[in-house]
């Protein structure tokens, strides 16, 4: 198993950027898929960026894609989201989670979730 912490978030001004950081505490942290997820208030919750175990994959959402970029740091044990351009519809509590083995486009497919980060971009 692994668990996550999220850090990074807080409140930014429109066309401003914010990195979000997942860090696991868990060994193997290679072996997971993580994927980034957010929920805004009444809405929810929404896949925003995956990445494989190998790196090389990748998945955005539309919303996101040219803004956003997901990365991870095996041996640090550390997976990222830059988050850039933001804008209000962004306003979101951001998730950081994890899958043992393939990514997935599929928010019931992940096993493991961080406990959240409050995104706030002001117009």
């Not at 994927?35 to 896949?47: I, S, T």
């Not at 988050?83 to 083995?101: F, H, I, Q, W």
């Amino acid at each position: 198993q692994v668990q996550l912490v999220e850090s990074g978030g807080g409140l930014v001004q429109a066309g401003g950027s914010l990195t979000l950081s997942c860090a696991a505490s868990g060994r193997s942290f290679s072996m997971y898929a993580i994927g980034w997820f957010r929920q805004a208030p009444g809405k929810e919750r929404e896949l925003v960026a995956s990445i494989s175990r190998s790196q090389y994959t990748t998945y955005y959402a539309d919303s996101v894609k040219g803004r956003f970029t997901i990365s991870r740091d095996n041996a640090k044990n550390l997976g990222n989201l830059q988050m850039n351009s933001l804008k209000p519809e962004d306003t979101a509590v951001y998730y950081c989670a994890a899958r043992y083995g393939l990514s997935s486009v599929t928010r019931n497919a992940y096993d493991y979730w961080g406990q959240g980060t409050q995104v706030t971009v002001s117009s």
